[in-house]
């Protein structure tokens, strides 16, 4: 079983920044694809961002391109999503989610096997 840790949300004015952090572990060997997902009240959940296992392709939603930044980090299989120029419709609930390797797009949420509890983003207006 993988486990998926989420880290880093709080309450931003707009314009802020806040930078999120995953970390998956539980699985010896494995390597692993990483995504950003939100979701608000009412709303199906929204992908985000991802990094494929290598580091070696980022995507991004439009409503977050140019804004938000995606990198691994130097601790195997953790990830940040670097995000500035905070709107209040970026609030939410985000969510990381897991998959060992993973496909080349990783904007479906349906391709994930493993995801995180969730951590608030709040930005003020």
């Given at each position: 079983?993988?486990?998926?840790?989420?880290?880093?949300?709080?309450?931003?004015?707009?314009g802020?920044?806040?930078?999120?952090?995953?970390?998956?572990?539980?699985?010896?060997?494995g390597?692993?694809?990483?995504?950003?997902?939100?979701?608000?009240?009412?709303?199906?959940?929204?992908?985000?961002?991802?990094i494929?296992?290598?580091?070696?392709?980022?995507?991004?939603?439009?409503?977050?391109k140019?804004?938000?930044?995606?990198?691994?980090?130097?601790?195997?299989?953790?990830?940040?999503?670097?995000?500035?120029?905070?709107?209040p419709?970026?609030?939410?609930?985000?969510?990381?989610?897991?998959?060992?390797?993973?496909?080349?797009r990783?904007?479906?949420?349906?391709?994930y096997?493993?995801?995180?509890?969730?951590?608030?983003?709040?930005?003020?207006?």
């Amino acid at each position: 079983q993988v486990q998926v840790a989420e880290s880093g949300g709080g309450l931003v004015q707009a314009g802020g920044s806040l930078r999120l952090s995953c970390a998956a572990s539980g699985r010896a060997g494995g390597t692993f694809s990483m995504g950003w997902f939100r979701q608000t009240p009412g709303r199906e959940r929204e992908f985000v961002s991802a990094i494929n296992w290598s580091g070696s392709d980022t995507f991004y939603s439009d409503s977050v391109k140019g804004r938000f930044t995606i990198s691994r980090e130097s601790a195997e299989n953790t990830v940040s999503l670097q995000m500035n120029s905070l709107k209040p419709e970026d609030t939410g609930v985000y969510y990381c989610a897991v998959v060992v390797f993973g496909p080349p797009r990783l904007t479906d949420y349906n391709v994930y096997d493993y995801w995180g509890h969730g951590t608030q983003v709040t930005v003020s207006s």
